[in-house]
């Protein structure tokens, strides 16, 4: 009898080191279980125990951004799906869409996001932004109106920074994939 007792006491010692699984890693372990990607999308985990944080890798195959692999990271709070993940580009990019820090503007991100969305939704919502940028819904003021202006231009300064290259007076990150 003594030795049942202290069977249970060790199993209670052990489920309480070992850590709850939330809400959110649930949703994220289905979203992760069910998303269909393309060839030109693959996703990395750092750290394979935490499914809440890990980038994706975007490389356009047109478009004018092709030829471009462009890195993202996802942070996904505790509240999630109820909040959507924090999403942003880890480099730095000539596009109407994407500021000069990374943050991103796509509406799934913001006000149009409900809990109903996925990963897979927001994943190919940007994916989306490198085949169509949306000049009237910019975080890079500059580059929206290079692109309604004079879109020769901004094609060009697309190519020039992702080469590495400099555009008026910023230099961006060579983002062109091997």
């Known amino acids: 009898m003594i030795k ?26 289905k979203d992760l279980t069910e998303l269909d990607l393309p060839s030109t ?3 990395n985990f750092p750290d394979p125990n935490d499914l809440l944080n890990f980038t994706l890798t975007i490389t356009p195959d047109e478009g004018m951004y092709k030829g471009g ?10 509240n999630y799906p ?12 000539y596009h109407p869409n994407v500021d000069l820090e990374g943050n991103v503007c796509l509406n ?14 927001v994943m190919v919502g940007l994916q989306y932004l490198f085949l169509e940028p949306n000049p009237d819904d910019p975080l890079n003021k500059e580059a929206a109106q290079e692109m309604v202006k004079n879109r020769d231009t901004f094609v060009a300064n697309v190519k020039t920074s992702m080469r590495g290259g400099s555009v008026k007076g910023i230099q961006y990150a060579n983002v062109i994939s091997q």
């Not at 109820?82 to 990019?93: A, E, G, T, W």
């Not at 799934?108 to 939704?121: F, G, Q, Y």
């Open 4 to 29: 049942i007792w202290s069977m249970k006491k060790n199993e209670d010692a052990a489920a309480k080191k070992k850590p709850k699984t939330s809400a959110a890693q649930i949703r994220v372990q």
């Open 41 to 43: 999308m693959k996703t």
């Open 69 to 78: 692999a462009f890195q993202f990271s996802f942070a996904i709070n505790t």
């Open 82 to 93: 109820h909040d959507p993940p924090k999403v942003k580009c880890l480099q730095k990019i």
């Open 108 to 121: 799934i991100l913001r006000e149009d996001w409900k809990p109903v969305l996925n990963l897979n939704s």
